[in-house]
């Protein structure tokens, strides 16, 4: 499946077989997220790799208590470094720390997409919580939650605004035509 396929098949998915997620196809998704580009090539992350079912099941309470993410064989859990970023920064510079695993993340749902796996971005969630049951330093940020597993449903598109509804030519307001 190419990269336009992936982003076309892509849903958050909610349900999820019992069956496991392949190692090598775990290890290819791994691997997509440590390729993606961030701020300065920085690599203000670090991710958590959990398939332990009680661990699941507490991160699935920390989630506002949706118990699909207990469901996935594997959930990632991203996390930012903002350490990595002088002070001296400026205040754009100083959020790369949740954008670039946002990057790395995104990367790992398209890879995940082409290998047949399903994913569902979780941004909902305790992060009090999440790093106690993870044994979190204080000095990192949890930026998302990413179940990974087999899909047990196949949802519709949702709609999407239209191309000339959100794409400008050179100031906002002037549709773009191509």
Known sequence: MDVFEA??????????KPDQVKKED????????RLAPSGGNRQPWFFIVVRDSGTKNALAIASNDQKFV???????????????YPKTTTSSTRIL????????????????????YGTCWIGAFSETEVKKILKIPE???VVALLPVGVPAEN????????????????????????
């Not at 982003?7 to 999820?16: G, H, N, T, Y």
């Open 7 to 16: 982003v076309e098949k892509r849903r958050s998915i909610r349900k999820f």
């Open 26 to 33: 775990l290890k290819r998704i791994l691997e997509a997220g």
């Open 70 to 84: 207990a469901e996935a064989d594997t959930v990632i859990v991203a996390l930012g470094d903002s350490g990595v």
């Open 97 to 116: 720390h949740k954008q670039d695993p946002m990057i790395a993340i995104e990367h790992m749902v398209l890879a995940a997409t082409a290998l047949g």
């Open 139 to 141: 000095n990192l940020t």
């Open 155 to 178: 949802p519709s598109p949702r709609p999407r605004k239209p191309f000339e509804e959100i794409f400008f030519k050179d100031s906002y307001g002037t549709p773009l035509r191509l």
